[in-house]
């Protein structure tokens, strides 16, 4: 993609951000669009977090309760699972799960709209797609991945609990004492500061990427793929970037 | 009354229509001709303002809609409805759904009134038994049907648009769509609707059209009524409509 055509892309992109913002707070509000948006990413998006997450939890307490033991430090496990989990892992787990699935979904059905010209017949109907179509999917998101990240770090903290009590042959209420310890304030706000704005970054950059969709069936493939990678990538590096913004708020020490 | 004046569109894959002019009134009954690929859909998407010019002026109703922002060409845009080649349904809503799409964005219509609008515009397009099915279930005339039942139920256009309304059906199912289409355009105003139909079915176009414009490579190359078009010399015209010659 040549220079001029990436910043033109990034320029729509912002524009079509600032116009979700805004048209937020506008009438009409659609309100049924944004409810059945919160059912297909919220709850259709259930199974699929509860199973990436159950994983992720049996899996890290498996490595750190494994490591710990040969410094004979295995009853920490639960601290380390907790913080780990909650301010990190919990977020970006869910958070690309959902990018595959609902970030995909979103993007395909866009795209699909497009090219059989349902976007122009509600342009042609004197609505505005954006507002229709992009705000509530957008709202949804940012709404719903937060809710889904608390379920999410719940089964992995459960998940984490099952390997230390039934495979390291731990103490579970002292698992849980160190958890109900790795609850502060601060780690609780680096963990769901997060995925409002992933929730919000998916969303719009789905939207944008199956907008823009162009060439039959074949940019659908591409827009489709380019919105789960663009997606996955934007997850990763605003995780960082937030991660370093929040330390430095909370005078974490780096 | 559309104006078209010296306008060109081209894509990324080229120029698609150089300098183009011709007038429309809202009441005519006007084909597009041409080959895939001339410009004749892009036509119907620059009078509704989907797609801009890269030259020339756009005027509906002497207004400059060349220029106009997106908020201020949808109150140009609600003069028109089109139907598109797929008939454009939504495909998560059923047909009458689809059909009142319109009706239930503007809010404040009871139920049952909206129920009752859907019934008798079905009725009107022939597939009133349609009512309750979802798009994927229906045959690609009856979608087509629905489409029109749909742009009837919008904000009461003067003109409707038609994208090839006739391509992919059997014979039977086209008669019954221009059939339908002269049945909409028939009539004593508001009931009366002008059309732009846009088609390579020359046989579909002399059913319903009075006015017709061959395209070539993106110029207007015949503006005319039916018997104008069938004692035309050029013969790159000739043969495009040599099926309603003989």
């Known amino acids: 993609m040549k220079l001029r055509e990436l910043f033109a892309e990034l320029q729509d992109f912002y524009v079509l951000s600032l116009n979700v913002l805004v048209g937020t707070f506008r009438r009409p509000y659609y309100v049924r669009e944004t409810v059945e948006q919160m059912d297909y990413a ?57 990018a595959g699935r609902v970030g995909s979904g979103m993007t395909s059905e866009l795209g699909s709209m497009v090219l059989g010209h349902q976007v122009d ?22 709404l719903m991945l ?28 002292f698992y849980w004492s160190q958890i109900i310890d790795a609850l502060t304030f601060d780690n ?39 919105a789960v990678v663009l997606s996955t990538v934007t997850i990763i590096i605003t995780d960082f970037m937030l991660t370093r913004v929040l330390f430095f708020f909370m005078e974490m020490p780096a | 009354m559309i104006e078209f004046r010296d306008v060109s569109f081209s894509y990324n894959h080229g120029k698609v229509l150089q ?5 429309a009134r809202f009441s005519e009954k006007i084909a597009i001709l041409g080959p895939s690929g001339e410009g004749k859909t892009t036509i119907l998407r620059l009078i509704l303002g989907l797609l801009r010019p890269d030259s020339g002026r756009i005027l509906i109703d002497g207004t400059d809609i060349t220029d106009l922002p997106e908020r201020e060409l949808r109150e140009f845009r609600t003069k028109f409805t089109i139907v598109f080649q797929e008939g454009a349904l939504f ?33 009107r397009v022939g597939i009133e038994e349609a009512i309750g099915l979802m798009p994927e279930e229906l045959s690609g005339g009856m979608q087509r049907r629905a489409a029109i039942a749909r742009s009837l139920c919008s904000c009461e256009p003067v003109m409707m648009l038609y994208d090839e309304p006739t391509t992919g059906l059997d014979p039977a199912a086209a008669d019954n769509i221009c059939r339908l289409i002269n049945d909409l355009s028939s009539g004593e105003p508001p009931e009366r609707k002008g059309i732009i139909i846009v088609t390579h079915d020359v046989a579909a176009a002399v059913k319903v059209a009075e006015r017709f414009l061959y395209l070539r490579a993106g ?4 503006d005319g009524d039916l018997s104008a078009l069938k004692g035309t010399e050029d013969p790159g015209l000739r043969e495009f409509i040599k099926g309603i010659l003989k």
């Open chain 1, 188 to 226: 609780i706000l680096a963990g769901l500061a997060k995925p409002f704005l992933f929730g919000f970054l998916t969303a719009a950059i789905s939207c944008h990427m199956g907008l823009s969709a162009r060439g039959g069936a074949r940019g659908l493939r591409r827009a489709t793929t380019s």
């Open chain 1, 42 to 98: 919220g709850a259709g998006s259930f199974f699929i977090v509860f199973l990436v997450s159950l994983f992720i939890g049996m899996a890290l307490s498996l490595q750190i309760s494994t490591e710990l033991s040969s410094l004979g430090l295995k009853m920490y496990t639960g601290k380390i699972v907790g913080i780990s989990i909650i301010r990190e892992i919990g977020p970006v787990a869910v958070a690309l799960s959902y």
């Open chain 2, 91 to 123: 495909d998560s809503l059923s047909v009458q759904e689809n059909v009142v799409f319109c009706l239930r964005e503007r809010r404040g219509m009871p139920e049952a009134e909206i129920e009752a609008r859907a019934r008798e515009l079905l009725r």
């Open chain 1, 121 to 142: 017949m509600i342009r042609v109907f004197g609505m505005d797609p954006v507002k229709k179509l992009v705000t509530p999917r957008v709202v949804s998101s940012t």
């Open chain 1, 146 to 173: 937060p809710l889904l990240t608390v379920i999410g770090d719940a089964v992995a903290l459960a998940g984490g609990y099952y390997i230390s009590v039934f495979a390291s042959h731990q103490s579970g209420s």
């Open chain 2, 219 to 222: 110029r207007v190359v015949f």
């Open chain 2, 19 to 23: 300098g183009i002019s011709f007038s």
